[in-house]
DNA sequence: ATCGGCTCGCGCAA
DNA sequence: TGCGCGAAGCCGAT
């Protein structure tokens, strides 16, 4: 493996040395899509040089944390949609069900190479060092889902965006290079005699899966696959793009890209639509604004994860933060809810309830009440810890693009996570607040009411 | 409508 | 060591 282009996406897990094998296989985990995927792509120009076909193995665990039939729905969805793209240029898509460690070094006893993609998440790290340790042939670690691979943009824990953004800004344009034509696979992998599932069978999928919760999918809002998220992202480009920037703080509108979940699922790569918004005819304010999201702050959150162990817990705060917190553990809280109260939408806030329908009904929320609707719980719960377990409870439950780096940073704001401290108030301490008044007074939150109305009596 | 003050700590200039 | 300034705000003064 010596002849490997020095790129700093590439990482090998393993020394150990060539093997043969029947096929070179890439273990597909995080980035669920065949198009601008450098992993495939690797795994196909190997197989070419080594002559043999390439396989990509896909692991559907139902021990993922908090995993339920809404997520599911929608990875199944974009999955059925790569096995065909796959099968299109004679690439056999193999689906089995188990924890992806074992899957992969079951299936990789037949490799002669193993690539894969780049997950954050400390279970995503785990597999990787077990596939990594297990595996009789070399492993190579490709990374898929960032512009700036996060070893090049920092090696620490940026204390904000303003630290990182530099750091990525000046990085950024050598790694949007468009990638040459996508390579063919020389040997087809089809007729491979492999057992797997029938990727297309998506309702005997869920029902062969322990799912937790009566989530239900939300598929008439949002369709998983790689189509569909470049189909929304063209509409964005031609309606919302534009407003973008001045439209950030109007939930009311519809001026967001809606990416989040096919980010998450990595059915989109955010390389493909950074290249896109830097090509396309916009105030130069909304380019920046929009990158200025899917790079900086995306890959912030992605730092957060890579660089603090407890991301997920309290005590992962800064120290400003918690003391502060504590300082005034025993304020007065005017208004309390149970979780239950506030899953159901059920408190004095016709803006909050409004908020919460939206994640129930559409698996998504306007990015400006994302916050407000993490501020108020930290309100009206017992205590800042309590609010933060149930914050982290209902994100990775409702929302398409929960249990995502995006959604432990943005949790974690609103404790004070990346911010900077503000004039001390009653419950917040010096962690940022924000209020109902402030809604009305920045933006048409009754539209916002009237607009979730609205959805959540349509939803399927 | 707009403005300043509030508060901590990072990173750069000196 | 000093200083400017920051992931999305609030509030009161003008």
């Avoid at 059925?80 to 460690?101: K, S």
Wanted: hydrophobic share 40%; with cysteine; net charge positive.
């Amino acid at each position: 493996m010596t002849h490997l282009p020095p790129d700093p996406r590439l990482r090998r897990r393993n020394h150990q040395p060539p093997a043969s094998g029947r096929f070179v296989l890439y273990w597909m985990q995080q980035a669920q899509r065949v198009e601008e995927n450098p992993a495939l792509a690797l795994a196909i120009a190997e197989a070419n040089r080594l002559g043999l076909p390439p396989v990509v193995g896909f692991a559907l665990s139902d021990r993922y944390p908090e995993a339920n039939r809404r997520h599911y729905t929608f990875m199944l969805e974009g999955l059925r949609e790569v096995a065909a793209a796959l099968a299109d240029q004679g690439i056999r898509f193999v689906l089995r069900l188990g924890e992806p460690d074992r899957v992969v070094l079951e299936l990789g006893r037949q490799a002669a190479l193993i690539v894969c993609d780049r997950g954050y998440l400390r279970h995503q790290r785990r597999w990787r060092r077990a596939v990594g340790g297990g595996a009789q042939c070399p492993v190579v670690e490709v990374e898929t889902d960032v512009v700036v691979p996060t070893g090049v943009a920092s090696d620490k824990a940026e204390y904000a965006a303003r630290t990182l953004r530099p750091k990525i800004l000046r990085q950024m344009d050598r790694f949007l290079q468009p990638a040459g034509p996508p390579l063919r696979p020389v040997h087809p992998s089809l007729d491979l005699d492999i057992a797997g599932e029938d990727p297309a069978d998506i309702p005997g999928l869920l029902d062969r899966l322990r799912l937790a919760g009566p989530v239900a999918a939300v598929s008439g809002w949002f369709t998983g696959g790689t189509g569909e998220a470049r189909r929304r992202f063209q509409l964005f480009l031609n309606r919302s793009l534009d407003p973008y920037a001045a439209h950030a703080h109007q939930p009311q509108t519809d001026h967001v890209s809606m990416m989040s979940p096919y980010l998450h699922f990595g059915q989109i790569s955010p390389v493909w639509l950074a290249r896109r918004v830097r090509e396309a005819e916009c105030g130069p304010e909304s380019r920046a604004a929009f990158l200025e999201e899917l790079v900086v702050r995306r890959e912030l959150a992605v730092n957060f994860v890579c660089h603090t162990p407890d991301y997920d817990a309290y005590d992962g705060l800064p120290d400003w933060a918690r003391e502060t917190l504590a300082a005034h553990a025993a304020d007065t809280r005017p208004h309390l809810y149970t979780p239950a109260q506030l899953e159901a939408g059920q408190t004095h806030d016709p803006y909050w309830n409004a908020a919460m329908a939206e994640m129930r009904a559409t698996g998504f929320m306007h990015n400006y009440m994302r916050m407000y609707w993490g501020k108020q719980v930290l309100a009206w719960s017992p205590s800042p810890r309590e609010a933060f377990a149930t914050l982290l409870a209902l994100n990775n439950r409702y929302f398409l693009d929960g249990r995502d780096p995006n959604s432990y940073a943005g949790v974690a704001w609103i404790f004070g996570r990346h911010d900077r401290p503000w004039p001390e108030r009653p419950v917040f301490g010096k962690v940022r607040a924000m209020t109902a008044s402030g809604l009305r007074r920045k933006c048409d939150i009754e539209a916002y009411v009237r607009k979730v109305a609205l959805r959540s009596a349509a939803s399927p």
